[in-house]
């Protein structure tokens, strides 16, 4: 356990978990645990002291839903999400992840969320999500369950994913487990002392697994259930994930991806993820994507129906990320019907409670010191959780500004696009009549570049994944593509590098898919004779001159 200097919160409004905690101000934290909650008189000659005058002092953030990525649990604590729940990962992700907790929690490195692990989900061969996750143990049927679930323990798992669904919401047709097998899951799991997550996404999917003896839907269906159905999954006293935050892989009608239109998380965010997320608006995307109404509410009749329902956001879908998600999916909850506390209760005690982590999700003597302090009040304005002015885990401060330019970045963003390229690719082999990404080629077979259906319509991209003109008729963005795909590498750019704020004109010498070699118009800038190479995950590029 990290040992650091004790130290007291002051002057503070402190969430218990519940709601606010009439009368107390003060907390104090000692060898990362809370080991005081009350008035000034917690506090003890030597503490250190953390002013917390007009904030709210939450216990740290619960993401009950999300897949692993490496660095992904840093990412999470930048943001006050100090506990992260996966729902389906393999191994050789699983356990960097997990030894680079283990080490924060011993005070070595930095400070990282923890995390808990279903490993690999029980799915059906060929079954959801195999397009991402292949190659992986698949469940044949009600005899495999026993070794299945030995196998998921034997990796460290602390839940059992269980999968049920056959595509036919995204528009597919894949295999899926059956009810035998699905009973056989639980009841292995349940002998295990495992709690069961159950990803369906229809109603009828939700009503058959929780009847199953599911402990958790891991999300709320996406299409409307009827009273009926939430009646019958209220009478077996599932938990529910909510998952409302799906909705932002989607952008605006202005183009903007939503998480981007808030500005206290979009300035927390690094750069490499920002152009992540702001590159997604131009992104494939299936056609009529969703308004997430009837999502919103099935998540609020759960909660009227007196099931749990606890805050997970699925990151990194696209539009999504470690951490900063979850307060968009408060933000969702509360637009849907949630009160402040409900959402916020939804993020603490609840996933604590669910997947048995008694020694958090409460501010209480004895708990984990995971904490984040907030400017304001998220229980009269939940946008207030996010203005995060200091986070802590275990009681160590958590240092914003350490993992952006870091390995695990790095490797995060290229593990993220390298799935989503995959994802791409294999819904566009199985489905051919299906609208999909396409490159554009000159008679002579040189590349001109892409064109991607989008929520807007279609978009020509560069080599390198920048768009040309707006978003529109197929055949435009094709004709785009033949006459400026080339053309336009002989024009003058701006580019952006890392975090620098200055846009600088530049010539681009060569370009790649995922790379250019620019040379910078200025005569004295320090460069090498033939330009340099950048990665696109390093650089904005755009052929207009930004107005800042």
């Known amino acids: 356990m990290s040992t650091h200097q004790p130290f007291t919160i002051t002057g503070v409004r402190v969430l218990g978990g519940r709601g606010l905690i009439p009368g107390v101000t003060h907390v104090r934290v000692r060898d990362g645990r809370i080991a005081a909650v009350g008035d000034e008189s917690v506090t003890r000659p030597g503490d250190a002291v953390v ?317 984990r010191a995971d904490l984040v302090l907030v400017v304001g009040d998220p229980t009269a304005d939940i946008t207030a959780t996010q203005r995060i002015r200091d986070v802590w885990v275990l009681g160590r401060r958590v240092d914003p500004r350490a993992y952006a330019g870091g390995e695990a970045e790095r490797e995060g963003v290229r593990r993220q696009r390298d799935s989503a390229e995959k994802i791409v690719k294999a819904i566009g082999e199985s489905r051919p009549a299906f609208p999909a990404p396409h490159e554009v080629r000159r008679d002579d077979g040189e590349l001109l570049g892409r064109v991607v259906p989008t929520a807007g319509g279609w978009q020509a991209v560069t080599i390198f994944g920048v768009p040309l003109g707006g978003a529109g008729d197929q055949g435009d963005a094709v004709r785009t593509l033949h006459a400026r795909g080339l053309a336009c590498l002989s024009e003058p750019w701006w580019a952006r590098v890392g975090d620098d704020p200055a846009w600088r004109e530049a010539r681009i010498v060569e370009a790649a898919p995922d790379r250019v070699r620019l040379r910078w118009s200025d005569p004295m800038a320090d460069q090498p004779p033939s330009g340099e190479w950048f990665g696109l995950d390093d650089l904005d590029l755009s052929l207009d001159r930004p107005a800042c």
């Not at 143990?137 to 056959?166: C, M, N, Q, W």
């Not at 069961?196 to 009847?211: D, E, F, L, N």
């Not at 131009?282 to 109404?293: E, K, L, V």
Request: negative net charge.
């Open 51 to 367: 002013d917390g005058s007009g904030g709210t002092l939450l216990p740290g953030l619960v993401d009950a839903h999300v897949h692993l990525l490496p660095g992904c649990t840093q990412l999470a604590a930048v943001f006050g999400v100090t506990t992260v729940v996966d729902m389906f990962s393999k191994p050789e992700t699983i356990d960097p992840e997990r030894a680079a907790v283990a080490a924060s929690e011993r005070g070595r490195g930095p400070v990282l969320a923890d995390m808990r692990t279903s490993s690999v989900g029980a799915t059906a061969p060929g079954g959801h999500p195999t397009i991402a996750y292949a190659p992986f143990p698949y469940v044949t049927g009600p005899l495999d369950a026993a070794s299945f679930v030995a196998g998921r323990v034997a990796e460290g798992a602390t839940h059992i994913k269980v999968i049920y669904d056959d595509g036919s919401g995204a528009m597919l047709d894949i295999p899926a487990l059956d009810v035998r097998t699905i009973e056989a899951l639980v009841a292995a799991a349940h002998e295990r002392g495992l709690p069961v997550v159950a990803h369906a996404s229809s109603a009828a999917g939700a009503v058959t697994v929780a009847r199953c003896g599911a402990d958790v839907l891991a999300h709320a269906p996406f299409d409307r259930m009827t009273d009926r159905q939430i009646s019958d999954v209220a009478r077996c006293g599932v938990a529910v994930i909510a998952t409302l935050s799906i909705i932002d892989g989607f952008p605006d009608e202005d183009g903007v991806m939503p998480l981007l239109a808030q500005p206290h998380l979009a300035e927390r965010l690094s750069a490499r993820w920002r152009r992540v997320i702001e590159r997604q608006a131009t992104r494939w995307m299936p056609p009529g994507p969703p308004d997430g109404a009837a999502q919103r509410y099935n998540t609020v009749a759960f909660l009227e129906s007196g099931l749990r329902v606890l805050a997970g956001t699925d990151a990194p879908n696209p539009g999504l990320v470690f951490g900063a998600s979850l307060h968009r999916e408060l933000q969702h909850m509360v637009a849907a019907g949630f009160t402040p506390d409900e959402a916020l209760t939804a993020a603490t005690a609840a996933p604590a409670e669910v997947f048995g982590m008694a020694d958090r999700g409460e501010i209480a003597e004895g708990r």
